[in-house]
């Protein structure tokens, strides 16, 4: 068997083989054999017609594409084998000649991942820290929080809660705003929903029972595009006038939040718990960032069928989007947009891309570093799971007993270590990876 490469740019590598005449031949009796069993051949038992007969009934092509079918799978195993290829797929196979019998066909290889000298990467820890501002400012939150509205039959303040009716209509007399029964904190900042200009300053002097219309021009940055920079008139009745009595910021407050003795020991818990969120968010902002730096420096090598195995299952996640928020199929959406799938792929191809290339990396970190997961973590994962859920946790704890459940909590678990470990290398402070015998060594017990 006479094998040849021919490596092209998009790691696949075109395989030609060769097969030895004398292997073909022998396997053109048997399929010549296999052939006489399924016909009559005039003047034969079916199965007794001899070799040149068969072979001239059908021809010798025809005997030499059962010699391809029967022998493609062997033939490849070994081609494969021979020239050191290690496969991801098989594609595009050809028989370029018959005498000799030579096959041709595709060999997309498995993704190859350089990380590069990733365990030398350094990074500085930021440091976080909890300020006075911040501790104030949530005492103030809960401040207002434990506050409680009062109504009262004065004109309205600029710290005074409301209730109003709001009718809005354009210079035509087109209804455009009709909110009922809307409630408005005067010191918030609503307002930006609502997109009025000025509506707390026309509500501040109004007491419940009044009603006002003003003209305002409707800013740039309307909602509706149709209705912007256009002249509107809103009419304003107020239905209550609300104070809110605000406590106190004073050991009292402190006990009735919690169990807290004194405002100083309320304020130690809400600065350790301002230092635990912040810390929190800068760890996992750290470690992607040092992922992120790993990925830019890696070497990714895949097939051009691995880009469009991603791509679809993006297509696929976008269509259930489409169809589960505008109830439509991808197709009849895209079609209204003025677009189809193609285009879709296209735009969706170098995120595609990106994506695959960081799955890539990830997993190659996971297997370099020896990361695992056991059976006790995915356990301990999924009650955590069920006890956030909180109702109906005997049906949740029985949706995760099945192997994708479990499988997509293994992923999830190993990204998370993968994380922590990228981090650990960026601080100088990863544990030793074991010397190569003893890897093998924790593979095999891993695999039992």
Do not use: C
């Not at 149709?226 to 609300?242: C, H, M, P």
């Amino acid at each position: 068997m006479k094998i040849t490469t021919q490596p092209l740019e998009n790691h696949q590598v075109i395989l030609t083989i060769e097969l030895d005449e004398e292997r073909v031949q022998k396997e053109m009796r048997r399929a010549a054999r296999r052939l006489s069993r399924q016909v009559n051949i005039p003047g034969f038992r079916r199965g007794k017609a001899p070799y040149d007969r068969v072979l001239l009934y059908f021809g010798e092509e025809t005997i030499r594409d059962e010699v391809v079918s029967a022998l493609a799978e062997e033939v490849f195993e070994e081609a494969l084998k021979e020239a050191d290829l290690d496969p991801y797929e098989l594609s595009s196979v050809e028989i370029p000649s018959y005498n000799p019998l030579t096959m041709q066909v595709t060999v997309s290889l498995r993704p190859t991942v350089e990380l590069g000298d990733y365990r030398s990467y350094r990074r500085e820890y930021p440091e976080v820290t909890v300020s006075q501002e911040e501790i104030e400012e949530e005492l103030e939150h809960i401040r207002m929080s434990n506050s409680v509205l009062e109504p009262v039959e004065r004109a309205a303040e600029p710290d005074d809660d409301v209730q109003v009716d709001i009718i809005g209509r354009t210079a035509s007399g087109e209804l455009f705003i009709e909110d009922k029964d809307l409630y408005l904190s005067l010191y918030g900042d609503e307002e930006e929903e609502i997109v009025i200009p000025g509506l707390y300053d026309f509500i501040v002097g109004m007491s419940a029972g009044d009603e006002r219309t003003v003209t305002v021009t409707l800013p740039d940055d309307f909602p509706r595009e149709d209705l912007r920079g256009q002249d509107a008139e809103i009419t304003i009745k107020v239905l209550d006038v609300y104070e809110r009595i605000v406590p106190a910021l004073d050991d009292d407050l402190a006990r009735t939040v919690g169990n807290y003795d004194s405002l100083e020991e309320l304020e130690a818990h809400i600065a350790a718990e301002l230092l635990r969120a912040k810390q929190e968010e800068a760890d996992e902002e750290y470690a992607n960032r040092v992922f992120d730096d790993i990925v830019a420096q890696a070497e990714v090598k895949y097939p051009p069928e691995m880009v469009e195995k991603w791509l679809d299952d993006m297509v696929d996640d976008y269509g259930d989007y489409v169809k589960r928020s505008l109830h439509l199929p991808l197709a009849d959406y895209l079609r209204f947009q003025g677009s189809d799938e193609q285009t879709l792929r296209d735009s969706m191809r170098d995120q595609a891309a990106e994506g695959l290339k960081r799955a890539l990396v990830m997993w190659e970190l996971i297997e370099r570093e020896g990361l695992t997961v056991s059976d006790e973590e995915i356990a301990e994962e999924i009650e955590r799971i069920v006890a956030d859920v909180g109702v109906d946790q005997d049906s949740v704890r029985e949706a995760f007993s099945a192997e994708g459940s479990r499988n997509l909590i293994r992923d999830r678990l190993l990204q998370k270590k993968m994380l922590e470990r990228v981090a650990a290398i960026a601080r100088g402070e990863a544990p030793e990876l074991p010397a190569a015998d003893e890897q093998d060594e924790q593979d095999e017990q891993t695999e039992e």
